[in-house]
């Protein structure tokens, strides 16, 4: 039941972070994800079944200990956005800031003391894998959205860089992950801590 809850938290949580990126390059003139139907808050046009539910589920149900998971990436067209050097940085920001109101406003929820202890519990949920997801993606390396973030920041002078990164971005990304993670789970969790304590 716990897992199941988890997948649902992590369904609705890369959703809003896609629709994030989507209304952001929207606003900044950017008609690309409206042409192709990422405005929306229905799960099935963000949804990588891969990303967003089978791999998620199989690191669950085998006790792994952590979990990964991606939507659809929204696509959009840098040339479209009204600022061309901070708008694909932009973009890329409002889906971890996205995360983090959604965890700011349901930790608010818990501090009320309103609610029964499964809610609590289902909300405290939110909380950890929406700060996890921001935190996570806010890494720099393609696809997530830290890179977009790191190179508008570098400019055009590591191209070279961002293309060999972006070239072997499966590869850096589990690395990552296999070696680094543990370094970022106390992060994640100093900010939880924060949120509700």
């Given at each position: 039941?716990?897992?199941?809850?988890?997948?649902?938290i992590?369904?609705?949580?890369?959703?809003?972070?896609?629709?994030?990126?989507?209304?952001?390059?929207?606003a900044?003139?950017?008609?690309?994800?409206?042409?192709?139907?990422?405005?929306?808050?229905?799960?099935?046009?963000?949804?990588?079944w891969?990303?967003?539910?089978?791999?998620?589920?199989?690191?669950?149900?085998?006790?792994a200990?952590?979990?990964?998971?991606?939507?659809?990436?929204?696509?959009?067209?840098?040339?479209?956005?009204?600022?061309?050097?901070?708008?694909?940085?932009?973009?890329?920001?409002?889906?971890?800031?996205?995360?983090?109101?959604?965890?700011?406003?349901?930790?608010?929820?818990?501090?009320?003391?309103?609610?029964?202890?499964?809610?609590?519990?289902?909300?405290t949920?939110?909380?950890?894998v929406?700060?996890?997801?921001?935190?996570?993606?806010?890494?720099?390396?393609?696809?997530?959205?830290?890179?977009?973030?790191?190179?508008?920041?570098l400019?055009?002078?590591f191209?070279?860089?961002?293309?060999?990164?972006?070239?072997?971005?499966?590869?850096?990304?589990?690395?990552?992950?296999?070696?680094?993670?543990?370094?970022i789970?106390?992060?994640?969790?100093?900010?939880?801590?924060l949120?509700i304590?």
């Amino acid at each position: 039941m716990e897992s199941i809850i988890f997948i649902v938290i992590l369904i609705m949580s890369v959703v809003i972070h896609e629709l994030a990126h989507g209304y952001t390059a929207d606003a900044m003139g950017d008609p690309t994800p409206s042409l192709a139907g990422r405005l929306t808050l229905n799960p099935l046009a963000h949804l990588d079944w891969l990303g967003s539910v089978i791999l998620p589920a199989l690191l669950i149900f085998s006790g792994a200990p952590f979990v990964v998971g991606w939507a659809k990436p929204v696509p959009f067209n840098p040339h479209y956005l009204k600022n061309k050097k901070w708008g694909g940085a932009l973009v890329a920001v409002a889906g971890p800031l996205s995360n983090i109101l959604l965890a700011g406003i349901f930790a608010v929820l818990i501090h009320t003391g309103m609610f029964s202890p499964f809610l609590v519990s289902f909300f405290t949920g939110i909380v950890v894998v929406n700060i996890a997801l921001a935190i996570f993606n806010l890494v720099p390396i393609p696809p997530l959205d830290g890179h977009h973030i790191l190179f508008a920041a570098l400019g055009n002078r590591f191209q070279e860089l961002q293309s060999f990164l972006s070239r072997y971005s499966f590869i850096v990304l589990i690395i990552f992950i296999i070696y680094v993670w543990e370094l970022i789970e106390p992060i994640i969790m100093g900010f939880v801590r924060l949120f509700i304590a």
